[in-house]
């Protein structure tokens, strides 16, 4: 059985931080690339950040340089520090695994996820 589980969100003024984590079950996360999307009201859910098993980084334009992802394949996670938060930011934070072919390809399983609000 797949389990994804997020953590870590909450009420941030603009400027702070935040570190969203994903506890994944084994089968799925061991071979599997990893991604956190995002949606925010009346949004499409939009992929914010992946890694590849082997760590490798990818990131939406609209948070380069602000958000970072990372793996702990000992612990089953996956992490969102997210740094500089913005009022557009604010979205419910989904942690999925997928492949990497080229591009993030996900898989269709999905955890409750995560609020975060930024606030202005």
């Known amino acids: 059985q797949v389990q994804l589980v997020e953590s870590g969100g909450g009420l941030v003024q603009a400027g702070g931080s935040l570190r969203l984590s994903c506890a994944a079950s084994?089968?799925?996360?061991?071979?599997?690339?990893m991604g956190w999307y995002r949606q925010a009201p009346g949004k499409q859910r939009e992929l914010v950040a992946a890694i590849t098993g082997s760590g490798v980084t990818n990131y939406a334009d609209s948070v380069k340089g602000r958000f970072t992802i990372s793996r702990d394949n000992a612990k089953l996670t996956v992490h969102l520090q997210m740094n500089s938060l913005k009022p557009e930011d604010t979205a419910v934070y989904y942690c999925?695994?997928?492949?990497?072919?080229?591009?993030?390809?996900?898989?269709?399983?999905w955890g409750q996820g995560t609020q975060v609000t930024v606030s202005s």
């Open positions: 999925n695994p997928g492949r990497w072919l080229g591009g993030y390809i996900p898989y269709d399983y």
């Open positions: 084994g089968s799925i996360f061991s071979v599997n690339a």
